[in-house]
């Protein structure tokens, strides 16, 4: 069936460096993607999408890779700072829904 | 920015209780959407709602459960007997369109204590 997988539970970096968290996807028709995180007690946060029709999207401190040959996606953080503390998702959409895995936890060392 | 909002930020119920939780999505959206999360685990969907219909609804959402939009502003999910295991947070979320092509935007939740 469908998955969205992320390849690491957890990622842990220190403040400044840059983060690289990764997600494999099953659906080779899949032409939308999504990149959300989650802080903690809140409701997931929108952070940056890309079509299938790109393999690079920039936003600020963001950038999202899309390799399609191996069904990879993977988000990119410049600079990591301590409010990048979260739980990072790329859910697998489909119809009318959004299936969210277990995400990636990002620790940002001070 | 447009944000969705959900009211209360936590309720406590006692089991066999009503509740009803509220959500005001953005305004020009039109595809509704309650998800839940389990403390400590993953965001699972529940049910999604366009034109005052029920689009897709997951296992979960049960005969328990109903959504409604009672005016033009407000989007409810009901829980008719709370049980101790529907102690989740409840996640509202609105998007412009469906279909899987469209950002759906989440509100900050309602902690739901069951007792």
């Known amino acids: 069936g469908e998955s969205v997988g992320l390849h690491l539970p957890t990622l842990s970096v220190q403040e400044g460096d840059n983060s690289i968290i990764n997600c494999a996807y099953s659906n080779s028709a899949s032409d939308y993607f999504i990149w959300y995180k989650q802080e903690s007690g809140k409701g997931p946060q929108f952070i940056i999408d890309i079509r299938s029709n790109m393999d690079k999207r920039q936003g600020q401190r963001v950038t999202v890779l899309l390799n399609k040959t191996v069904k990879h996606l993977s988000l990119q953080i410049a600079a990591t700072q301590p409010g990048d503390s979260a739980v990072y998702f790329c859910?697998?959409?489909?119809?009318?829904?959004?299936?969210f895995g277990a995400g990636t936890r990002l620790f940002v060392k001070a | 920015e447009p944000e969705v909002t959900q009211t209360p930020s936590h309720q406590v119920t006692q089991m066999g209780q009503e509740v009803i939780l509220r959500c005001v999505p953005i305004?020009?959206?039109?595809?509704f959407y309650w998800y839940r999360q389990i403390l400590g685990q993953k965001v699972e969907f529940l049910v999604s709602?366009?034109?005052?219909?029920?689009?897709?609804k997951s296992e979960i959402f049960d005969d328990q459960f109903s959504v409604e939009r009672p005016d033009g502003s407000n989007f409810t999910l009901k829980i008719r007997s709370t049980k101790l295991e529907d102690s989740a947070m409840y996640f509202c979320a609105s998007s412009e369109a469906g279909s899987g092509n469209y950002i759906q935007y989440f509100g900050a939740g309602t902690r739901l204590s069951v007792l």
């Open positions: 709602f366009y034109n005052n219909e029920i689009s897709e």
């Open positions: 305004s020009n959206h039109l595809y």
């Open positions: 859910p697998l959409l489909g119809g009318f829904k959004t299936i």
